[in-house]
């Protein structure tokens, strides 16, 4: 899963990225050059610190998430400067945005617009990626019609193209739009910005996050109702500085600033959410492993995420769910207790299931 920072300058953008991927400032000098950051996030998870306390594996590797941070977007840049085009063309890999918008105040860091209003920040971002969807569909369709023949695959993908065109006319998005898995096929293959799931981080100061109130906070809140977008609310300086305490000092300070979830934790659920994603797991003495995998995901297409031979020789796969090992402790209490299941190869896999897959080749 590819996941893009974006913003305008100045939000706190890059501070999240060292947030999530633990990288610290000198690591980030190509984003003042314009040039998108990539990092990897580890998915914190609860489950696997259990399960590798358990089984005392050689190895322990959690759900990994690329994050992108790409380089802020200026409001006073003109759509087809070369900073626009570069800031819009490295958001199309990606496979969610993160709009960070800014609610603190300071002095040291002034905001481009002059003030804090991260309602009109938001818009301003998406008002960009919908102009430049509107684009290359025009393009698109002008490509076709400048053609010698439209055929009537040609002539599909027109209507289709300008139902799209008219959704975006009217201020939507096509992520919204109800259309075939067919048609949904079609559309990803142009990277349209406005189809991407998206998520708003809203950045507090630490007096916005102990009042939980900031500049225009009912004109985000229903901004972000309005057009689908959920809205995360996080102190990102404060949560870089508490990654950075010892580990017995971490939770002693989340409770006393009134945090209950790490920011990093919070933000990869919500993305899960947002990208239908769930985590299997497999354990055993060599390697205790999450799997990210699509929600609705059958065992045999799981079992192919580790590898494709176990894929093509699924016999069965052996399911036990996460909560049942950690009320008992240990797997023979779970064989005990019949809570060992045998699961063909169309079983639908939950969240938290812990699977070992048979298989012959």
Known sequence: MKIGLVGLNQTGKSTLFNLLTGKENNDNLSISKGAANIGSCTVPDERIDFLSELYKPKKTTYAKIEITDIAG???????HSSGASRFLNDLRPCDALVHVLRAFESDS?????????????????????LFADLEMIEKRIGRIKAGKKITK???TEINLLKKCFDRLEKGGSIFDMELTE???VFTRQFAFLTEKPRLAVINLGE??????????????KALCKKISIPLLELCVDMELEISRLPQDDKLPFMEDMGITESGISALAQAAYNLMGLISFITVGEDEVRAWTIEKGLIARSAAGKIHSDIERGFIRAEVVKYSDLHELGSMPKVKDKGLFRLEGKEYIVNDGDIINFRFNV
């Open 73 to 79: 977007f200026a409001v006073s840049d003109d759509s």
């Open 109 to 129: 860091v002034v905001h481009d617009s002059g003030s804090i209003n991260p309602a009109r920040d938001l818009e301003a971002v998406e008002t960009e990626m």
């Open 153 to 155: 695959e040609l002539e």
């Open 182 to 184: 067919q048609e949904r």
């Open 207 to 220: 007096l916005e996050w102990e009042s939980k109130n900031y500049p225009n906070d009912d004109e985000l």
